[in-house]
């Protein structure tokens, strides 16, 4: 069965700390890695990776997968209030459809 | 439309009573899925539908779970005879090919059984 494990569950920093969540994942037939903030219902999508040792960048975030040792890293430097929410890792096998996330890091910055 | 629309946004419900909750994914994506998502949990893969066809059932978590997509757009997912533990948020989300690409999510739905 398809796994997905994030870490920390949960993290309280302040503002302008710099902050690495954690996904390590065990799927069959991997096909990519996904990154997704979720603030109130809706997951909104940050990254997707598909190969090793690539950091992908989008401001003040980043990610990089390592396919070998099966884990990937998510990035928040000069964390703010607006970072608040929680961030989901979903990995995606090539059964097309079949998607498996972890439960999340629940990331609380305070001002 | 401008992006994934999920109706009702909330909804209570008593024990047993049938429920279905509708979808309207972005004009265009041919793949939806449907996620649970429990308080404080991840999501919960459901069903895919790429088109009007659903390959992949295998997250329906019992006989009571149904899905359907016409028209390669609406998708309806029905929950009857409504337990407590189905009690959760209920997201839908679109992508324009499948799993290799991003997926857009909907605000979703709460379910309420009481």
């Known amino acids: 069965e398809d796994k997905v494990v994030q870490s920390p569950l949960s993290l309280v920093v302040h503002e302008g700390d710099t902050v690495t969540l954690n996904c390590s994942y065990e799927v069959t037939n991997f096909r990519s890695l996904l990154w997704y903030k979720q603030e109130k219902k809706a997951p909104t999508f940050l990254f997707m990776l598909t190969s090793s040792g690539i950091e992908k960048k989008s401001g003040r975030l980043s990610s990089i997968l390592d396919k070998k040792e099966l884990f990937s890293i998510l990035n928040i430097t000069a964390t703010q209030t607006g970072d608040s929410a929680v961030y989901l890792c979903a990995v995606h096998n090539t059964n097309a459809g079949k998607s498996t996330f972890g439960d999340g890091t629940t990331l609380t910055v305070k001002p | 439309g401008a992006g994934v629309s999920q109706s009702p946004s909330n909804k209570v419900t008593e024990k047993g009573k049938d429920v279905e909750l509708r979808c309207d994914p972005i004009?265009?994506?041919?793949?939806l899925y449907w996620y649970r998502q429990r308080l404080g949990q991840g999501l919960e893969f459901l069903i895919y539908f790429q088109g009007n066809s659903a390959p992949d059932k295998s997250g329906l978590p019992s006989d009571r779970f149904s899905a359907e997509r016409t028209g390669e757009s609406v998708s309806t997912l029905t929950i009857q005879r409504t337990q407590q533990e189905d009690s959760a948020v209920y997201l839908c989300?679109?992508?324009?090919?499948?799993?290799?690409?991003?997926?857009?999510f909907g605000q979703g739905t709460r379910l309420t059984v009481v």
């Open positions: 004009s265009g994506h041919t793949a």
């Open positions: 989300a679109s992508s324009f090919l499948g799993a290799n690409t991003e997926a857009f």
